[in-house]
Every structure is written in structure tokens, then in C-alpha cells.
């Protein structure tokens, strides 16, 4: 049995739904989802992987030290697998490469050989083509009063538009107009673009790693070292922030004004 099913059938028993687990945790049901299914390529930084193991764990009941450590074994065999693979695959390419030359080149030889053949059949059975005949001269005709076309209509720009641009790996939580929620882990290099009519609120794990934009203003809010920046309100009249603890995994649930 893998790591995956097996994890997947301790939860199964205890008959929790795996978006209750998300819900709760905070942690993208897709994250999830590929520790359940073995595919740990879909995973960010190991640090991060094994915060959404004790994460899990703890909720569903599991020793989250023996959870990650079934974690980091199973991931080194699929290492291990991935590499077996990558020797196999390299030997092959090798032995096709080892292909006689001489036999080549003949290939080539008869190729050639047969294509110069085929355009001398062809050349030699073309019939002889007559003169173009002479075209009739063009009578210019009076251009046509060209239609002015309607302008196209243009949506309205958003009132509110946020940008975040991340330095380093952050997780976002944002709740836009008191709706639509995100929760998203973004790694260095990665941008995020939040659109609004009046409000977002935002969760940063890492405020240091994040250059934040207000309708296209640098938007610049304090926060103290180490601690997560959380309830960060951005509306089109000012902005507030609050700060907490950090949380047990150290992943961030802690915020900071």
C-alpha cells in the first residue's frame, strides 16, 4: 500500500471529507488531494509539505511525527524511481545511437538517389505551356464610401484593483467584497492581481516577500519582523491591520499590522 492510499483510507475510516480537512486547515484541497494520490511533484517546498502533513494529522487523529516520516520515505523512493528511469531511458538513447553509419549514409544515398530520379520522369513528360494571353485592360471603378464603424464599447475599469508581486514564497488568504475567498501559497517570482468594487482583505504568511499595489500607487502598510500580517483591509478610503501569535507548525497563522 503507498503513502498516499494509505493516508487516504485513515481519513476514509474516520469518515471526514476531505474539503472538511481544507476548509478548516486552510490548505488548498488540490495540496490535499496530490498527498493522497502519490504525486508529490505537485507539492511546494518540502517545509511546506510537511506543515499540511501535521496539519492533517492533527485534524484527523493521526501522529503527525510518524505521518512525516512515512512522508519523507515515500517521496525518496519516488526520487529514487525517477532517476532509475531517467538511466534507462539514457542507456537507450545511447544503444540507437550506436546505429551503423555506413548504413545511414547507404539510406541517405538511395533517398537521393530516388527523389533526382522522380523530378527527371517529371521535367521530361511536362508538357510545353502556351503564352499567357494578354489581359484585358482594368477599368478603374470609383471607390466605395467606406462605413464608419461604431466605436466598440469598453467595460469600466474596476474601482478597486490590488497587485501583489512576491519576492519570496508567501501564502495569501483574500477575501474580495465580502465574497469570493482565495487561499493560494505563491513562490518567488509569481504575481497576483485582486479586482473589487469597494474592499479586499488580505492574509499575508510572509509580508516581507510581498510588494503590494493599490491602482497602480505602491501601497506600503507596518508589520512586525517574523509575524504574519492578517486583516489587512484595503478599501478605496484607507487600511488596517492587525497581528496574532504564530501558530504551532510555524507556517504562518500569525499576523501583524
Same mark, same amino acid.
Given at each position: 500500500?503507498?503513502?498516499?492510499?494509505?493516508?487516504?483510507?485513515?481519513?476514509?475510516?474516520?469518515?471526514?471529507?476531505?474539503?472538511?480537512?481544507?476548509?478548516?486547515?486552510?490548505?488548498?484541497?488540490?495540496?490535499?488531494?496530490?498527498?493522497?494520490?502519490?504525486?508529490?511533484?505537485?507539492?511546494?517546498?518540502?517545509?511546506?509539505?510537511?506543515?499540511?502533513?501535521?496539519?492533517?494529522?492533527?485534524?484527523?487523529?493521526?501522529?503527525?511525527?510518524?505521518?512525516?516520516?512515512?512522508?519523507?520515505?515515500?517521496?525518496?523512493?519516488?526520487?529514487?524511481?525517477?532517476?532509475?528511469?531517467?538511466?534507462?531511458?539514457?542507456?537507450?538513447?545511447?544503444?540507437?545511437?550506436?546505429?551503423?553509419?555506413?548504413?545511414?549514409?547507404?539510406?541517405?544515398?538511395?533517398?537521393?538517389?530516388?527523389?533526382?530520379?522522380?523530378?527527371?520522369?517529371?521535367?521530361?513528360?511536362?508538357?510545353?505551356?502556351?503564352?499567357?494571353?494578354?489581359?484585358?485592360?482594368?477599368?478603374?471603378?470609383?471607390?466605395?464610401?467606406?462605413?464608419?464603424?461604431?466605436?466598440?464599447?469598453?467595460?469600466?475599469?474596476?474601482?478597486?484593483? *490590488?497587485?501583489?508581486?512576491?519576492?519570496?514564497?508567501?501564502? @495569501?488568504?483574500? =477575501? #474580495?467584497? /465580502? &465574497?469570493?475567498?482565495?487561499? %493560494?501559497?505563491?513562490?518567488?517570482?509569481?504575481?497576483?492581481?485582486?479586482?473589487?468594487?469597494?474592499? *479586499?482583505?488580505?492574509?499575508?504568511?510572509?509580508?516581507?516577500? @510581498?510588494?503590494? =499595489? #493599490?491602482? /497602480? &500607487?505602491?501601497?506600503?502598510? %507596518?508589520?512586525?519582523?517574523?509575524?504574519?500580517?492578517?486583516?489587512?483591509?484595503?478599501?478605496?478610503?484607507?487600511?488596517?491591520?492587525?497581528?496574532?501569535?504564530?501558530?504551532?507548525?510555524?507556517?504562518?497563522?500569525?499576523?501583524?499590522?
Amino acid at each position: 500500500m503507498s503513502f498516499g492510499t494509505w493516508l487516504r483510507r485513515q481519513r476514509e475510516i474516520r469518515e471526514i471529507p476531505l474539503r472538511e480537512i481544507a476548509d478548516v486547515t486552510k490548505i488548498s484541497i488540490r495540496y490535499l488531494e496530490a498527498l493522497e494520490q502519490d504525486r508529490f511533484e505537485m507539492l511546494p517546498a518540502p517545509v511546506f509539505a510537511k506543515g499540511f502533513l501535521r496539519e492533517y494529522s492533527k485534524y484527523v487523529g493521526l501522529d503527525p511525527d510518524e505521518v512525516v516520516n512515512s512522508y519523507l520515505t515515500a517521496a525518496k523512493g519516488s526520487d529514487e524511481e525517477g532517476a532509475e528511469a531517467e538511466e534507462l531511458a539514457a542507456q537507450g538513447s545511447s544503444r540507437t545511437s550506436g546505429f551503423p553509419a555506413l548504413i545511414i549514409f547507404i539510406t541517405l544515398f538511395v533517398v537521393l538517389a530516388l527523389v533526382f530520379f522522380l523530378l527527371r520522369m517529371w521535367s521530361s513528360r511536362e508538357p510545353q505551356r502556351e503564352p499567357p494571353p494578354i489581359a484585358a485592360p482594368v477599368i478603374p471603378q470609383a471607390p466605395t464610401p467606406a462605413v464608419p464603424e461604431e466605436p466598440e464599447e469598453v467595460a469600466p475599469a474596476p474601482p478597486l484593483v *490590488v497587485t501583489m508581486d512576491f519576492t519570496e514564497d508567501c501564502w @495569501v488568504e483574500a =477575501e #474580495v467584497d /465580502g &465574497e469570493r475567498r482565495l487561499s %493560494e501559497l505563491h513562490v518567488q517570482g509569481e504575481s497576483m492581481r485582486l479586482e473589487a468594487i469597494g474592499r *479586499v482583505e488580505l492574509t499575508l504568511g510572509n509580508p516581507a516577500g @510581498v510588494r503590494v =499595489e #493599490v491602482n /497602480g &500607487e505602491p501601497y506600503s502598510f %507596518e508589520f512586525a519582523a517574523g509575524r504574519v500580517a492578517r486583516d489587512l483591509v484595503i478599501d478605496l478610503e484607507g487600511a488596517t491591520a492587525t497581528d496574532d501569535e504564530p501558530g504551532e507548525d510555524g507556517s504562518g497563522q500569525s499576523g501583524a499590522a
